[in-house]
Every structure is written in C-alpha cells, then in structure tokens.
C-alpha cells in the first residue's frame, strides 16, 4: 500500500503498440493488439477518474498511434520517447497493457501474466504486483477464463525505464481461440479493468467504486395541478384570471409581448390563450381555460 497525502494519486496507462505496428494481430485478424491494449486503457482510465485518481493516457486512446513525431513505431526511438514521457509527469503508479503471443499457428499456449522489470524484484513494483495479481486471479482460472500465470521478471524498456512503481499486464493469448475470444470480448474487458481497478485502489488506500453501480435516483413526482375554475372572456379583477395570465406569459418567448397580469380576461388575454392552446391542447374548447388547459399550464 501505498497511500497519497494532500493530493491526488497519478497513475500512468500506457497501452502497447499502435495501428501502424506491424503484426501484432491474431491469427484470423479479428483481433488487433493495439486496439484491444487502447480499449482496456480507457475502460481503467473511466475506473480511476471516478475514484478521483489523476491520470495520463501516454498515448490518447481512441486509435491515435503514438507520437507521430518518431517514425520508428516498434523500435526503441518509440518507447524511448514513451518512457521519457511517463517519467517527466511524475507518476506514482505505470501500468502497460498487452495481449500476449507464442508460435507461429494457432496452440494451446494460454493464460494471464504479470510482469515487473527483473531490475525491480524486491522493490515497490513487486509489491503492487501482488496486489494486481489478488484481483487478476479472480477473473482468470481455468475452463473457460484464462489461466493465472502469475507473474515474471523481465526488463521489458518501458518497465524498465519508468521510475514509478510499473508494471506490464499480459491479458492472454492472440494465438489461441478461447483467449482470443475472451480478449474481443466486452464482459471479460469489464471483468479485467474492474479488476486492475481495484488493485490501484487498494494501493492508494481509496475505497473501490464502481461507477457502472450508480444509480440516479428517480425524480419525485410533480405535484398534481390544483383543480382550477374554468375562466372566460368577460371576467374582471379576477385573481384566477392573474394566475392564467402569468401561466400563458411562460409560454410567450418574447418579453414586450407578455400581457398585463390586470385579472381582466379581455380581447388580448382570449387571443393568447387560443394561440398556446393551438399549439398544446388542440382538444379543448378555444379561448377557455377548462381544466385540461391549466392541467398544461401548470404543468
Ligand atoms: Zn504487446
């Protein structure tokens, strides 16, 4: 653990490749890696910000390929300009997202794995890794989820490079069917991020929630209109006629049109009522204000 004081925690997502990496894709080209790493960066991103954690995306999801200023999109100019990124923001926390690969065809080779740089075993990496991996677990297994790996050691540049605590997650296989499944599908991305959220939580000593659970209470119920007397032309210095002229002046969008509210339902008062009940109450009687036009009205 981990906690922040007097500030919000950063955490910095970074998701691997881009759509100009070459491969990087499985088998049958259903799944593209940079597509699936830039959608379980923001499905975090949305997690963390509602827990009031301070993010960078290192680079802008929504397809953009990375720092379109180096051309060298795979090589080690690209992640070299990443990890100076990262580090010149000063996070607390990295997090890199990969699908992960093995052989040349589909195989059978599975499963969910960590990794930290093997330059950081014993250091707060590690730690926050076994937090990850408590949560991980429990959306990986056997059957049809994909196995937990655990997690290994391997200096990777951008976990490497980055000074924060950071850490790589390989969700599972593009070159196995069930994994490619699970990767392409929106359930276990959901099952996934709400996991790693969970996990930077904890770290940060922040309460877990989940913003998928807010519920926006339902409206109370207006009022019932009182019942009203019906009103015609002819009335004087009538106080219902004030309540009907103030009524039919929300409705008159232009101020230096609206009548006098005199209580007197004169030739000016039945022409407005007749032109909001044309536009309302095509039903009721013209130029009377019967129950069904205050119902409207006041409404
Ligand atoms: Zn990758």
Redesign the pocket.
């Given at each position: 653990m981990s906690a922040v004081i007097g500030r919000k925690p950063k955490v910095a997502l970074t998701r691997?490749?881009d759509p100009s990496t070459p491969g990087?894709r499985s088998f049958d080209g259903k799944l593209r890696?940079w597509a699936f790493?830039d959608d379980m960066a923001a499905r975090l991103n949305k997690h963390l910000l509602f827990n009031g954690i301070d993010v960078l995306l290192t680079i802008p999801t929504g397809g953009a390929d990375a720092l379109p200023d180096i051309n060298t999109h795979n090589g080690y100019l690209n992640r070299k300009a990443r990890i100076a990124k990262i580090n010149a923001w000063k996070p607390d926390l990295e997090i890199e997202f990969?699908?992960n690969a093995c052989g040349t065809n589909w195989n059978s080779g599975r499963g969910q794995i960590l990794y930290i740089a093997a330059s950081k075993r014993g250091t707060d990496s590690e730690k926050f890794i076994n937090v990850l991996r408590k949560y991980m677990r429990s959306v990986a297994g056997t059957g049809s989820i994909t196995p937990d790996r655990g997690f290994g050691y391997k200096n990777f540049d951008i976990v490497n490079g980055v000074k924060a605590p950071c850490c790589l997650i390989e969700h599972a296989f593009m070159t196995n069917h069930e994994d490619v499944a699970l990767l392409l599908s929106d359930v276990q991305r959901d099952k996934w991020a709400e996991a790693e959220a969970r996990a930077v939580c904890e770290w940060f000593a922040i309460p877990f929630k989940n913003y998928k659970n807010v519920v926006t209470p339902p409206k109370p119920p207006k009022p019932p209109v009182p019942k009203m007397p019906t009103l015609k032309r002819g009335m004087v210095n009538n106080d219902d006629v004030r309540k009907l002229q103030n009524a039919i002046n929300k409705f008159i969008a232009d101020k230096k049109n609206w009548l006098d509210v005199d209580g007197d339902f004169g030739e000016l008062t039945e022409q407005a009522l007749i032109a909001v009940q044309k536009a309302l109450l095509p039903s009721s009687p013209l130029g009377v204000a019967d129950q069904a036009t205050w119902d409207k009205l006041l409404a």
């Open positions: 691997g490749h990087k890696e790493n990969h699908a």
